[in-house]
Structure formats: C-alpha cells, structure tokens
Nanobody, 132 residues
Framework: VQLQASGGGLVQVGGSLKLSCAAS????????VGWFRQISGKEREFVVG?????????????VKGRFTVSRDTVSRHNAWNTVYLQMNSLKPEDTAIYFC?????????????????????WGQGTLVTVSS
C-alpha cells in the first residue's frame, strides 16, 4: 500500500490544520494507522495511533487534548479509508514533518501501535510550520 500525507502548511501559534492520509494500492486489507513527526536532527516520534476500526486511539502526552485523529467508516469491500489528524492550538514545538504510517492487521487485532518499527508502510510526509 502507498500512503500520501497532505494538509501541511504554515500556521500561526494557536491556529489549526487538518492533515489527511490517503492510501492507494492494496487497500483491501485492514490497517492500523499512526502519525509520527520528525524535526531535523531528531528521531521520528510517535504522535497518535488509531486502530483499523477507529474504535481505539492513543495520543502522545504532548498533543493530548489538542490533536484529534479520526478515520472514515470502514467499508466491507475496501478496508482502507482516509485517516485525518485535526491539529488545534498549535505551538511552535509542533513544527515538524508529519508522516502517516500503516500496519496491516487482522479483524481480531483492533489495537493501536506506537512504535516506529511496528509500521511497514510510510508516506513521504507533509511539513507543518507553526510561526510565532
């Protein structure tokens, strides 16, 4: 599966952005999705994860209460759906390249994954810049 993250841009402190993660290719499987971010010279860090069904989410403490992840309703024939990251009350420290990642899973595994190495598929990222 190929992932495409979009929606990044320049925003002022306190502003909002909504990122999207769309998939193409082998989308007829169930995927848990995670959002990660990376600042130049630093390791890629976990931001939020969502289970394949959307029922379960987990946020990094740094974004809890400000960011919200969601995904479109899973359809029977196309398990992939677009995943969104609504980012509110943005801070300068949120400036980073944001990546979405996917992990193929099965119906009975409706968990959230927080480790970079747990994800097999990555998009190329979208830049978010928060100016003060």
């Amino acid at each position: 599966v190929q992932l495409q993250a979009s929606g990044g841009g320049l925003v002022q402190v306190g502003g909002s952005l909504k990122l999207s993660c769309a998939a193409s290719g082998r989308t007829n499987r169930r995927y848990a999705v995670g959002w990660f971010r990376q600042i130049s010279g630093k390791e890629r860090e976990f931001v939020v994860g969502i289970s394949w069904s959307g029922d379960t989410t987990h946020y990094a403490d740094s974004v809890k209460g400000r960011f919200t992840v969601s995904r479109d309703t899973v359809s029977r024939h196309n398990a992939w759906n677009t995943v969104y990251l609504q980012m509110n009350s943005l801070k300068p420290e949120d400036t980073a390249i944001y990546f979405c990642a996917a992990k193929a899973t099965i119906f009975s595994d409706n968990g959230v994954f927080t480790g970079r190495n747990q994800y097999s598929y990555w998009g190329q990222g979208t830049l978010v810049t928060v100016s003060s």
